[in-house]
């Protein structure tokens, strides 16, 4: 079945880096493009881009642009979302998906999230 | 003023009828845009409910009962999720998105409580 799998949890402090892996299988990967939308504790969904393993492009929400990259590798179906520069309000879960009908808002499925907390 | 806002709660009886509303920025037109629906249980991810642009072009979930639907409110600039013949398990959050300004904008969220 089409799963996408993402790490466990991440401790960061201020000031540093995380890149969270999102593997895929189930399907061809370079055939979707993968979203990833962060949430932080009891609040909202918040898009931040997405990737299209096909030829590694990306598009980014304004907000992250400068401090989130994208990238895959496509050898092991894996995706990659790294956000640089943490601060305390980065504190959140970070969710792939997929856009399962190539450019829609149909996210489908979705990874069991990964929680990155910033913490000093 | 957020680009779309939902109400964030709302309170219904099994066997009732729900309507979430998600009101788009003045300026932004909800005729022209597709409406997305998540729901989203407690601990879980977000799970996609349906697409709603026009009752001729809409698209349900695989696996989503019926008894979700979406229309719209041109009067009020609003999309709307109907959910009928509550159950227990519809208690979720659930969450309305559409593509603006070349990114994807999600509401705020609406927390259903069936009680």
């Known amino acids: 079945q089409v799963q996408l799998v993402q790490s466990g949890a991440e401790v960061k402090k201020p000031g540093a880096s995380v890149k969270v892996p999102c593997k895929a299988s189930g399907y061809t990967f370079s055939d979707y493009y993968l979203h990833w939308v962060r949430q932080a504790p009891g609040q909202g969904l918040e898009w931040m881009g997405w990737?299209?393993?096909?030829?590694?492009?990306?598009s980014y929400a304004q907000k992250f642009q400068g401090r989130v990259t994208m990238t895959r590798d496509k050898s092991i179906n894996t995706a990659y979302m790294e956000l640089t520069r943490l601060k305390s309000d980065d504190t959140a879960v970070y969710y792939c998906?997929?856009?399962?009908?190539?450019?829609?808002?149909?996210?489908?499925?979705w990874g069991q999230g990964t929680l990155v907390t910033v913490s000093s | 003023q957020a680009v779309l806002t939902q109400p964030s709660s709302l309170s219904a009886s099994p066997g009732a009828s729900a309507s979430l509303t998600c009101t788009l920025r003045?300026?932004?037109?909800?005729?022209?845009?597709?409406i997305y629906w998540y729901q989203q249980k407690t601990g879980s991810p977000p799970h996609y409910l349906l697409r709603y642009k026009s009752d001729s072009d809409k698209q349900q979930g695989s696996g989503v009962p019926s008894r979700f639907s979406g229309s719209k409110d041109a009067s009020a600039n609003a999309g709307i999720l109907l959910i009928s013949g509550l159950q227990s398990e519809d208690e979720a959050d659930y969450y309305c998105?559409?593509?603006?300004?070349?990114?994807?904008?999600f509401g705020g969220g609406t927390k259903l409580t069936v009680l």
């Open positions: 990737i299209n393993p096909d030829s590694g492009g990306t």
């Open positions: 998906t997929r856009d399962s009908e190539g450019g829609s808002g149909r996210f489908d499925p």
């Open positions: 998105m559409i593509w603006h300004n070349s990114a994807w904008v």
């Open positions: 003045s300026g932004i037109t909800v005729g022209t845009y597709n």
